[in-house]
């Protein structure tokens, strides 16, 4: 069976469209984290995932010249940004909605970059071996049909001492810690923001399957405290209801807030 982009793309394809989001479809980051009781502006919130971008390529050992993929490339901020920063850059966009690739096609290369936009899988990309210096995957990995069959690709395509540079969300269950049951907070963030194939993994187990596909760990951030603030946009009902069924954000919100979830920024070289 064909994967299917998560459904809530619909309206941030919408969003964007109408000029109420920009090209940066994941969640914020704060040097400072403020309280989440406190306002967040659509500028500010845009602002704190321009950074999150930002210090994502800052992982990412990008040199000018190189050939880089990103996959689940969305609507195109990562590109956007590499290509404003670098220069005689190949960069190629990955993504398996095409809709999102039209969006990619508004970006501009500079004057020796060049921009490939391909409808692929994460996990069967159609790419020669050691084709990229580097591979980016920005906050999307959680939606293929397997984390371990993404980094077996990634290892395929990155040439030797090539880099993998990603951010992950790691969720735990909470069991009966949470004010929902386990089996309905499952099918609420699945029927929200799936596909989510393997909802429960932590980073020695992700660690592990990286390693099994001859990556080397070279960067580990946590950034969980950094983007928390990101709920005051996404999810800013903080009042959790264990009698009404809630939806996916206020389940992140909850799990974010009260240490069952883990967003991770990682670096792995190709051995």
Excluded: K
Excluded at 46 to 54: M, P, V
Excluded at 103 to 110: E, M, V
Excluded at 254 to 267: K, R
């Amino acid at each position: 069976m064909r994967p299917q982009p998560p459904p809530y793309f619909d309206g941030l394809i919408a969003a964007y469209r109408a000029g109420h989001v920009g090209r940066d479809v994941h969640l914020g980051y704060w040097d400072t984290p403020p309280s989440l009781g406190t306002n967040c502006a659509p500028d500010e919130f845009e602002a704190a995932q321009a950074r999150l971008t930002e210090r994502m390529i800052g992982l990412a050992p990008l040199l000018s010249g190189q050939s880089v993929l990103d996959v689940g490339c969305g609507f195109g901020g990562t590109l956007a940004m590499i290509n404003a920063r670098l220069d005689r850059m190949s960069l190629t966009g990955a993504n398996i909605d095409r809709r999102q690739l039209e969006l990619c096609r508004g970006i501009a290369p500079r004057t020796g970059n060049a921009l490939t936009l391909v409808e692929a899988d994460a996990c069967a990309l159609p790419f020669s071996d050691a084709a990229f210096d580097q591979v980016v995957c920005v906050e999307a990995m959680f939606h293929f049909r397997s984390r371990q069959a993404f980094l077996a690709e990634a290892a395929r395509l990155l040439r030797r001492d090539g880099s993998l540079t990603i951010s992950d969300i790691l969720l735990r269950q909470p069991g009966a810690s949470a004010p929902w049951d386990v089996a309905l907070l499952e099918a609420v963030i699945r029927h929200d923001y799936g596909p989510w194939p393997q909802l429960w993994i932590e980073l020695p187990q992700l660690r592990q399957c990286a390693a099994a596909e001859g990556l080397d760990l070279t960067v580990s951030q946590d950034w969980t405290a950094a983007t928390l603030p990101s709920y005051r946009i996404v999810a800013p009902d903080d009042t959790p209801d264990p009698h009404r069924q809630p939806n996916a954000g206020e389940l992140f919100r909850w799990l974010h807030m009260h240490g069952w979830l883990n967003y991770q920024a990682l670096a792995f070289r190709r051995r």
